[in-house]
């Protein structure tokens, strides 16, 4: 299966500041997504990232808070922007690499702490 | 959108003893229902799922059943072990790839 990685593994930030997680896979893939993770809650789709073109955003979620990129069919990144102490989370990105997009392999995460 | 429900939040069995998780889903039209399996400080793991055109499917200990009538699925672990102690997340997906996720259930494993 897909080797996934995320770069950070977990950060700091301040209120105000935006960071940008990486996600890189050793195989080209269909389909990437975002999640995020609060807290002992359970996962919520930001996004699909789609290449090439702008992310797809699932409803509370808008393009100026969370930017995706997707440059090529092993990458991704998205940008949590103008932070505060709401978005500590875990973020998490996921690939499908089937042709038909069911199967959803989960990276490790990046871990956002906002203060 | 989909909404999806998890029964119960906290299950605690005997090592050894079966334990099943029960999930529903509202949309109709979704037709692929995974479960995850997530250890605390790790990622989520895929560890079995079924697609709406099979009733039952089976891997090892693990098995998920299917009722589109009913509109629920359920996971099933036999002969539990501590290592099966974990959070397990159930999802659907209306084919459009995203998946909608229940809240999760704690699974407690007492050996």
């Known amino acids: 299966s897909a080797v996934i990685s995320q770069k950070p593994s977990r950060d700091i930030c301040q209120r105000g500041t935006s960071l940008t997680i990486q996600c890189q896979v050793d195989?080209?893939?269909?389909?990437m997504f975002w999640y995020r993770q609060q807290p002992g809650q359970s996962l919520t789709l930001i996004a699909t990232?789609?290449?090439?073109?702008?992310?797809?955003?699932e409803s509370g979620f808008v393009i100026d808070k969370f930017p995706i990129s997707r440059p090529n069919l092993t990458f991704s990144t998205l940008t949590v922007s103008n932070m505060s102490p709401e978005d500590s989370s875990i973020y998490l990105c996921?690939?499908?690499?089937?042709?038909?997009?069911?199967?959803?392999?989960f990276g490790p995460g990046t871990r956002l702490t906002v203060t | 959108g989909e909404n999806v429900e998890q029964h119960p939040s906290t299950l605690s069995v005997q090592e050894g003893d079966s334990a099943v998780i029960k999930c529903t889903y509202s949309?109709?039209?979704?037709?692929?229902f995974p479960w995850y399996k997530q250890e605390l400080g790790k990622r989520p793991q895929l560890i079995i799922d079924?697609?709406?055109?099979?009733g039952e499917k089976k891997d090892q200990r693990i098995a998920v059943t299917l009722n589109k009538t009913a509109k629920h699925f359920s996971l099933h672990i036999t002969e539990t072990q501590p290592e099966d102690s974990a959070v397990y997340f159930c999802?659907?997906?209306?084919?459009?790839?995203?998946?909608?996720f229940g809240k999760g259930n704690q699974v407690v494993v007492i050996p």
């Open positions: 996921s690939v499908a690499p089937g042709l038909a997009g069911y199967e959803q392999y």
């Open positions: 195989s080209q893939v269909t389909m």
């Open positions: 990232a789609n290449q090439g073109s702008e992310a797809t955003y």
């Open positions: 949309d109709s039209a979704s037709n692929y």
């Open positions: 079924i697609r709406s055109n099979v």
């Open positions: 999802a659907a997906s209306n084919g459009n790839n995203r998946l909608a």
